[in-house]
């Protein structure tokens, strides 16, 4: 039986974790293409590309939405994949865009992990399930045979829409919670209150009831949170995800003041110190 030339558009974090995940794996040819040449000649070599490839994977970052589709197509009509799988968190109706200009087998299925190194993000990778929203049921069910044959467990939803949105909420929803914690210090700092003694009671809840998690009020920073508001309110205009941006623009300023840094340096070694306690069962 013939192995799957399979191709990796993008090595940043996330292709990269991908291209060695499939290498490890044996049971696929693996390729991988990226824009900085040096990159691509780091991580794959001199290597002689295929013509056709049976599944290309897309992992480069969307920031607009017509400019992903527009660059997604012409690597399609250049590397004539037999399925395009994306792994980038899309706007809603990306995917479904890209299919109803080719008609190909296309499905997106994001990624799902930390960016703290590179054996984090493939750890991540084969822990999670890989969720699956396909333009047709062929396209998902191929996905899933693929994914499966690289040893992840697998679950497909009703289209793409479900698999973008959920990858755009897993994300914001934390953003959310980051920027209640902000609002909350704002609020304790205005009444003088001490906010590390303030959240103990939420801890102690948490503690029992695991509801209530604590998130540590600095500025949210990082590859995904602000990015996927921004991304979502391209698409959906909403007071709620603008209330994100600008919570988190005004704890730029606000984290400039060494009183506020502290206290907040305060609630974070707690929030951490409680994530680990759970994670060992304590």
Known sequence: MAREKVLIIGLGEVGRALFELF??????????????EEKMQSVVGDVEMPETFDVMHICYPCVDQESFVKVTLDYMR??????????????????????????????HSPIRGMHKSLETMKR???????????????????????????????????SPVETELAKLFETIYRAWMIVCFQEMHRISRYFGADFDEVV?????????????????????????L??????????YDSEFLRLILKSNEKRIEEIKDKGVREEVEKVRKRAEKLEMELSRGV
């Open 23 to 36: 290498k490890e794996c044996g049971k696929f040819d693996v390729y991988g293409f990226d824009i900085d």
């Open 78 to 107: 250049r590397f004539k994949p037999k399925l395009t799988i994306i792994n980038s968190t899309v706007p809603p109706g990306a995917t479904w865009k890209i299919y109803e200009i080719t008609k190909s087998l296309v499905v």
């Open 124 to 158: 991540d990778i084969m822990f999670w399930s890989k969720y699956v929203g396909g333009a047709t049921r062929e396209a998902a069910e191929l996905a899933k045979k693929h994914f499966e044959k690289l040893g992840l467990k697998v679950k497909i939803l009703k």
């Open 200 to 224: 103990d009671m939420i801890e102690d809840i948490h503690r029992v009831h695991f509801n209530k998690p604590l998130h540590y009020p600095g500025v949210i920073g990082g590859h995904c």
């Open 226 to 235: 602000i990015p996927n508001t921004e991304l979502l309110l391209k698409a």
